[in-house]
């Protein structure tokens, strides 16, 4: 039996920890990439294996290598840990494999290396083209690099590009934001953009700074921020990118498929790598659910070195979690048919009297479901004469 499985695979190393991050990553530590590839390789055959034995062998329908910083690994690890991948199931065509970079880590020798192991797509954290908000963030790369980073990946004939942006940096202003949106639209024209709000985590700088005073920096506020993120929509909708979920803009053709998988509960993706997180089978008679692996990168390699399990699974959900789960990440979060959600998990069809999405709302839409499978209501805030997630229209 043939089954489609999307695969994540975690590479959380990078040269320096940024303030706001509070991703498992590690920085520094070469002296464990050799050794984190070969676990990687070992937990991938593992996988499969397991399965292959019970006749159930994958079809692979997506590869994200995300990390950390991917491109502060040799080339040579990452096309090993791909070849694993091939080697253990057969790809759709064509195959959507996407490798994580940062502007000052790329060469063209690594990307021409990646592409013959198979990436198609690259997604390259730029975040501003603000020097002062880069040094905020403490990102290693200049305005200057950003735009040779992108350059090379055109030369080296990349054609499928996201950028990845970010809002609410502390010292970034109105203009600051609008400069570099127009400036990445009109210029660069990537096939896909991200936009990702900046969070202050616990236990991050970011985190002491604000409780020490705010570091002598201007911090935009929940307004200003909500501000750009819809000047940012009229911006980029200007020049053909279109929403397909909160924080992704692409243009026709280009929406990642491994993306769209995360917020489908009718697809699975398995991780592979320290803190990886998996929707799908832990074994071939479990049922599925969600699990991860440990978080510590060196107990990861201990652990696969010695044939030791990985994983910590999550305990399974109750039919009414996972309702309210797939209405989140499919209905709300990504741009679905509500009308697809509906009959995918047999929900109680919304009269056209309980749903206000046909047209364009003043400020709040209500979805209402009253019966005794499905009680209760959403309220979802939207923005004066916009849809929420696309929904069915009457």
């Not at 080697?87 to 490798?99: D, F, I, S």
């Not at 705010?214 to 909500?226: E, R, V």
Request: glycine content about 6%; overall charge positive; hydrophobic content about 40%.
């Amino acid at each position: 039996m043939f089954h489609p499985l999307h695969v994540y695979v975690h590479l959380p190393f990078c040269e320096r920890k940024c303030g706001y991050c509070a991703f498992a990553s590690l920085a520094g530590r070469r002296d464990l990439h050799a050794a984190y590839a070969a676990a990687l390789v070992r937990d991938i055959t593992q996988y499969c294996t397991t399965f292959a034995r019970a006749d159930i062998f994958f079809v692979w329908q997506s590869l994200y290598l995300g990390g950390g910083t991917p491109s502060c690994m040799a080339a040579e690890l990452l096309a090993h840990v791909i070849d694993s991948v091939w080697k253990n199931g057969r790809c759709v065509a064509p195959m959507e494999v996407t490798v994580e970079c940062n502007p000052h880590s790329l060469s063209a020798r690594w990307i021409r290396t990646l592409r013959a192991a198979g990436v198609t797509r690259w997604s390259i954290g730029v975040q501003s083209l603000a020097a002062t908000e880069l040094t905020a963030l403490g990102r290693l790369h200049t305005p200057a690099q950003a735009r040779a980073a992108f350059a090379m990946l055109r030369a080296q004939h990349c054609a499928n590009v996201s950028v990845d942006l970010m809002y609410g940096i502390p010292q970034q202003t109105t203009a600051t934001w609008e400069d570099t949106l127009r400036e990445i639209t009109t210029q660069w024209q990537p096939e896909h953009v991200s936009l990702y709000a900046l969070s202050i985590e616990p236990g991050t700088r970011f985190a002491r700074y604000q409780q020490e005073g705010g570091h002598g920096w201007h911090w935009p506020d929940g307004d200003a921020m909500m501000d750009w993120y819809w000047r940012a929509e009229e911006l980029l909708a200007a020049q053909n990118y279109a929403r397909y979920e909160i924080s992704n803009y692409a243009r026709p053709g280009y929406a990642a498929r491994h993306n769209l998988a995360y917020w489908d509960t009718a697809k699975e993706y398995c991780g592979f790598g320290a803190a990886a997180h998996s929707y799908c089978q832990p074994a071939p008679a479990a049922p599925r659910r969600r699990f991860r692996a440990i978080r510590a990168p060196g107990e990861y390699i201990r652990r696969m070195q010695a044939g030791q399990p990985v994983r910590v699974c999550a305990r399974a959900l109750t039919r009414r979690q996972s309702l309210g789960e797939d209405i989140f990440l499919a209905g709300l979060r990504a741009c679905a048919d509500t009308r697809a959600v509906t009959r995918r998990r047999h929900l109680p069809a919304l009269a056209p009297h309980q749903r206000r999405a046909g047209r364009p709302c003043a400020s709040t839409a209500f979805w209402r479901t009253d019966s005794a499978t499905n009680p209760g209501r959403f309220a979802i805030l939207l923005r004066a004469g916009h849809y929420c997630a696309d929904p069915a229209r009457d």
